[in-house]
């Protein structure tokens, strides 16, 4: 599961996500469903890591260990 800190400096970033994610390599639209929980990344997914690599982060601050937790259906 993507990291609070993770999504906060993605938020915070000057940079505009969309952006950010082009100089990733990867679509915007995906940076969006993995940050949103709509696609669930692995640990270490090279895509988060990429994103996370621009904007200063460790591949250890992009994760969290609660890759078993489910989200609400409602």
């Known amino acids: ?17 969309y ?6 390599g990867i679509d915007p639209v995906t940076l969006s469903k993995l940050m ?16 996370g690599h621009l904007l200063g982060l460790k591949p250890s601050e992009c994760f969290t260990g609660q890759e078993d937790e489910r989200c609400p259906v409602g």
């Open 19 to 24: 952006r950010l994610a082009q100089r990733a």
């Open 36 to 51: 949103n929980g709509i696609v669930r990344p692995k640990v270490n997914d090279a895509r988060i890591i990429a994103v």
């Open 1 to 17: 599961m993507v990291s609070r800190d993770f999504i906060a400096a993605v938020k915070l970033s000057e940079i505009p996500a």
